[in-house]
């Protein structure tokens, strides 16, 4: 089940140590951030999500302004992961069309440097980018 999140999961740690042994930090980042109050995506048009399997957060992911453009039109998604036990079953897919449907900004942009996080945005729709500070976006299309 992907729900909105309005606090942190009590099983946040869990999660962050899986995306650590990956040597991925967007999970603890997302978790520090919303611990010391930085960022917990509550401004205009940001969201975050968390998918739950038999009551374990098994993925998460947000959206927010993008924050390396000056647009507020312009969207980021960010923290996005899915436990290693649960890819390849839907489970992105899933959390991703939500974010993208939560979304009021005309595009949205990703950065990865990982490959086949790489290749999963770009069979959603997301193109390829030029930009120091993204490396896929995409046109929102409404409705």
Not at 29 to 44: I, K, L, Q, T, V
Not at 97 to 106: E, H, K, N, Q, T
Request: aromatic share 6%.
């Amino acid at each position: 089940m992907i729900h909105p999140l309005h606090r942190l999961p009590d099983d946040i740690d869990q999660l962050v140590a899986v995306s650590e042994a990956e040597g991925m930090r967007m999970v603890r980042r997302f978790a520090e951030e919303w611990r010391s109050g930085h960022h917990r995506f509550c401004g205009p048009g940001e969201r975050i999500f968390a998918a739950t399997l038999e009551g374990r957060t098994v993925a998460i992911g947000g959206l927010s302004r993008d924050p390396f453009v000056d647009d507020e039109t312009v969207g980021r998604v960010r923290r996005m992961y899915v436990h290693p036990d649960h890819r390849g079953q839907g489970m992105g897919s899933s959390l991703l069309d939500r974010i993208v449907r939560a979304s009021g900004f005309a595009r949205l942009r990703i950065r990865t440097d990982q490959p086949n996080a790489a290749a999963f945005y770009e069979a959603r729709g997301f193109e390829p980018v030029g930009d120091a500070n993204a490396t896929h976006e995409l046109a929102k299309l409404s409705g």
